[in-house]
């Protein structure tokens, strides 16, 4: 069991020990903590000022006009001293204040205008503007379009067209092409007659109507092979009908 003091019992008398307490050695670092803190306040202060200052005045006036002697003329019977009169009241002139208003008439001789050279007139830089547009646009066309233009040309020559739509060539009957020193050498017999007549006729009607000659060629070249036959009899009757009207 634990015995226990009643808690109304004083304590026991303290004693005090004999020698003083044990310092720090001297030299010996010391360890300290604290804690500062600072704190700066700005305060700004605002000044206001109203200034008010009143309308200008004027102290003094001085007005001087210079008149031409036609102008004056051309305003008679008005005299220096009317003209005088008008400007102090339009400019408002008062006398007690030191105004002063002078009116002098007198000659005046017209400026001289010097002419402006040619190349600072307006019109000269348009045409300028112009015409550099259309030098360029030449050297476009010979440079450019020409040498385009004359490849093409090379590349796909055409014949020189006549006025009628025909080519020399074709005017040409010395052109035609010479159907019996290319007939073949074993063409005999009826066939043979039939083809030489043709020829005959072929060459009547070159001589004698070109025009109609190269439509029969035309037709001839454009026409398959198996009506080609009926073609040339019809030519060949109305080849032999055409020299008996002519006859007749």
């Known amino acids: 069991m634990f015995a226990t003091e009643p808690s109304n ?3 026991p008398p303290t004693g005090i020990e004999d020698g003083a307490p044990e310092g720090t050695a001297p030299g010996a670092p010391t360890q300290t903590t604290g804690e500062s803190s600072a ?12 200034s008010s200052n009143g309308p200008g005045g004027v102290k003094r006036l001085s007005v001087a006009v210079a008149i031409s002697q036609e102008a004056l003329a051309a305003i ?10 008008l400007v102090a009241s339009a400019v408002g002139a008062q ?16 400026a001289a205008m010097e002419e402006a050279p040619f190349w600072e007139t307006a019109w000269f830089a348009t ?3 112009n015409v550099v547009a259309l030098i360029a646009v030449i050297l476009a066309l ?16 055409v014949a020189d ?6 080519t020399a060539e074709e005017r040409d009957p010395d052109a035609i092409i010479d159907i019996e020193s290319e007939m073949p050498a074993g063409l005999k017999g009826k066939q043979g007659e039939r083809l030489r ?39 060949s009757a109305r080849g032999k009908a055409e020299p008996e009207k002519e006859a007749a």
């Open 127 to 129: 045409v300028l503007r």
């Open 76 to 85: 008679a019977p008005a005299t220096g001293a009317n003209i005088e009169r």
């Open 142 to 157: 010979v440079f450019g379009v020409r040498p385009i233009v004359k490849a093409l040309k090379e590349r796909n020559p």
């Open 161 to 166: 067209p006549q006025p009628n739509g025909d």
């Open 95 to 110: 006398t007690d204040r030191g105004d002063e208003v002078t009116v002098v008439t007198g000659g005046f001789e017209a």
């Open 197 to 235: 007549e043709h020829v005959a006729l072929a060459r009547q009607l070159a001589t004698e109507q070109p025009d109609r000659a190269v439509t029969a060629l035309r037709r001839m070249l454009a026409v398959p092979s198996e009506t080609i036959a009926d073609d040339d009899d019809d030519t």
């Open 39 to 50: 704190r700066r306040t700005y305060e700004l202060g605002r000044e206001v000022a109203v």
């Open 9 to 11: 019992t004083p304590p």
